[in-house]
């Protein structure tokens, strides 16, 4: 099985970073929770391209970025005994070499890293069998495809998704190895 992990909001809690970027522009404090849609920048008031450099700013100080949840490490490496496990981000090129300086320092394995314009369908023209990710856009996208699955990684941003076919939402990483040992059977069925 090919799989393909998102970085932020998957692996990176950076949307705690950009808070606090944003809150120190503006009068009104924003918090991860504000974020209750995907387009985060309209939440914020701001355009597409200040969210983005914002975000890029907090991959500047990759030091500080927390990861989604407590050994990581452990969880993604689970995964190697599905198959191949990469890191598949929108992230912009300034920033890959403090993403896989965080990773490393987060003691994340991975086979690849693979990085794609920041469009919804750049993943899926990779087709990795099952992709990890946060967006709802990209989940609903595959669940359109007739091959590949998804794990939707539930953050406020995404929990009104709707059910979709082949896609499986989990609120844990630890939840993750059990849904894809129930993938693999329904694709094996």
């Given amino acids: 099985m090919r799989i393909a992990v998102d970085l932020d909001g998957v692996l990176a809690d950076t949307i705690v970073s950009v808070c606090q970027i944003l809150n120190s522009r503006r009068p009104k404090p924003l918090t ?3 974020f209750d849609r995907w387009r985060a920048w309209e939440i914020a008031g701001i355009t597409q391209d200040e969210f983005f450099a914002a975000l890029d700013e907090s991959w500047f100080s990759w030091e500080t970025l927390p990861p989604t949840e407590e050994r990581l490490d452990t969880k993604v490496g ?13 992230r912009s090129s ?3 070499s403090q993403a896989n300086s965080w990773l ?20 899926l023209d990779l087709e990795y069998d099952l992709y990890i990710d946060d967006s ?24 009104n998704a ?6 499986f939402k989990v609120d844990r990483w630890d939840r ?8 693999a059977v329904t694709d094996t069925t």
């Fill in 104 to 123: 490393k320092h987060q003691g994340i394995s991975f086979d690849s890293f693979v990085r794609t314009d920041n469009s919804t369908t750049a993943k």
């Fill in 162 to 167: 709707l059910e979709m076919p082949r896609i």
């Fill in 136 to 159: 709802s856009e990209l989940m609903a996208l595959l669940a359109s495809k007739l091959h590949g699955s998804g794990i939707l990684y539930l953050q406020p941003w995404n929990r």
């Fill in 78 to 90: 689970s995964l190697g005994r599905f198959g191949t496990v990469d890191i598949v981000t929108g």
């Fill in 94 to 96: 300034a920033t890959v």
């Fill in 176 to 183: 993750i190895p059990q849904t894809i040992e129930q993938i």
């Fill in 32 to 34: 991860v929770e504000s």
